[in-house]
């Protein structure tokens, strides 16, 4: 490879960098998030029917420290009575959390009819995937993983292929690329990404788990123009940044009966790139069809599927 292209390919995975950092960085500031409830997070309802106890438990608790912290009396009692029925009212908000939540979600949509109903229903009634202590024998994390990425490889190297001629292969698309350039119809416009960025699926991850498909749906035109001169660029150059050819396979469970600690009763699911997807969509929906009308078979596997 020469120069040039290393320098190229350079700026071209620089530039992912920027994009995915202006992405997060500007979804931290504008859109509000709540911290995980065992990572410190609020309790449903304690503004209103916590806070208050709260505030008197302290102010007398502040008081009885200044006097001394006496064990009788009266600002010994009263600093009791309102401990306790502090204490009361957080374990009253927990018991009834679920009829909390439930209110105050009857009230927002209430209140704002254009929030959707069922993704605000999924929130709530998410359950989290179990996870097993022991996989197959294996206990520790490191172990499972790694019992895990060999079945897989073993699985996507399963079908047999002839290492030489996908070589010679790899080794000829580089030389067209070099050589021949690109053509003018290759070039990916706005109405083609906005329409790519539409047919999202909301509240998906990347491999990173850092980039969700919410960062380009909830985003200005701006990004799409950035993001439209980024896939040209792939295209102009025959490139694949690292972060688009990076998945992360997890495995979860094929049911919620089944034993969680033996590996054939999992499934995998691979996150991938946000750009490899919008890419994806780019192809298969204005591209491809274009490609196998011009003449050549619709039913070519090497034309009409990915």
């Known amino acids: 490879m020469c120069a040039a292209l290393k320098s190229h390919f350079a700026s071209i995975n620089h530039y992912v960098e920027c ?30 029917l916590v806070a208050p106890y709260r505030s008197k438990s302290l102010f007398w608790h502040n008081l009885w420290v200044e006097c001394g912290k006496p064990r009788t009396g009266v600002v010994y009692d009263i600093m009791r009575q309102t401990r306790a029925r502090y204490h009361n009212a957080i374990r009253n908000a927990r018991r009834n959390e679920d009829e909390i939540v439930n209110e105050r979600f009857a009230d927002a949509l209430l209140q704002n009819c254009g929030r959707d109903f069922w993704a605000e229903v999924k929130k709530i009634s998410h359950s989290g995937t179990r996870v097993s202590g022991a996989v197959d024998g294996h206990s520790t994390a490191s172990d499972i993983a790694g019992l895990f990425a060999e079945k897989y490889e073993d699985l996507y190297t399963s079908v047999a292929y002839d290492s ?32 790519a960025i539409s047919k999202l699926k909301p509240g998906k991850s990347d491999g990173n788990g850092l980039l969700c498909s919410d960062h380009f749906k909830c985003a200005g035109s701006e990004l799409s123009v950035h993001v439209a001169m980024l896939l040209n660029a792939l295209v102009i150059h025959g490139c694949t940044p690292a972060d688009l050819v990076m998945n992360t396979i997890i495995p979860i469970p094929k049911g919620r009966a089944v034993d969680i600690t033996d590996s054939t009763n999992y499934r995998d699911i691979a996150l991938s790139s946000i750009f490899g997807k919008l890419l994806d969509q780019i192809l298969l929906i204005n591209w491809l069809p274009q490609t196998c009308n011009s003449g050549l078979k619709s039913n070519d596997p090497q034309i009409c599927v990915l």
């Open 19 to 48: 994009i995915s950092k202006a992405c997060l960085n500007a979804a931290e500031c504008t859109v509000p998030y709540t911290r995980a409830r065992g990572d410190g997070g609020c309790i449903p309802g304690w503004s209103e």
């Open 164 to 195: 030489v001629e996908m070589k010679n292969i790899a080794e000829e698309l580089d030389r067209s690329v070099e050589s021949n350039g690109y053509d003018d119809d290759c070039i990916i416009n706005m109405s083609e990404l906005l329409s």
